[in-house]
């Protein structure tokens, strides 16, 4: 009786602590490390808004962008209505405008006169 005791206490301590360890592990990649790409995503999106492009607000507010500050963007949300919204309160953009590549002109040389 003593025998089985003694041998059996000696994994049961370790137990436990791998199961809470595995949890955790399950806890970061099933939870956590979702979020932090979803939220990186969303800072990306918001930092890349430019004029032109038609946007949801958390609201459910459909909008195109007029004008786009450090931390605030000016929606058109009807005919010569504006508001401003924070940054953080644009979901999703629906459309993006075109944007124009600057390019320098190109300017061909002329020929050389021949005399």
């Given at each position: ?8 206490g ?6 436990p602590i ?24 969303a ?7 430019s004029?032109?492009?038609?946007v949801?607000?958390i609201?459910g ?29 644009i979901?999703?953009v629906?459309?993006r405008a075109?944007?124009?590549e600057?390019?320098?002109p ?10």
């Open positions: 009786m003593f025998y089985a005791a003694a041998s059996g000696g994994a049961g301590g370790l137990t791998l199961m809470i360890a595995l949890l955790f592990g399950v806890m970061y990649f099933m939870m956590i490390r979702p979020q932090q790409k979803r939220r990186r995503e800072e990306q999106m918001q930092s890349a808004l004029v032109g492009d038609e949801v607000t609201g507010l459909y909008g195109t962008v007029t004008g786009v500050d450090d931390d605030t963007v000016l929606l058109e949300v009807a005919p010569g209505v504006q508001t401003r919204y924070a940054r953080p309160a979901a999703r629906v459309t075109e944007r124009v600057e390019t320098e190109v300017v061909e040389e002329a020929e050389p006169v021949k005399e």
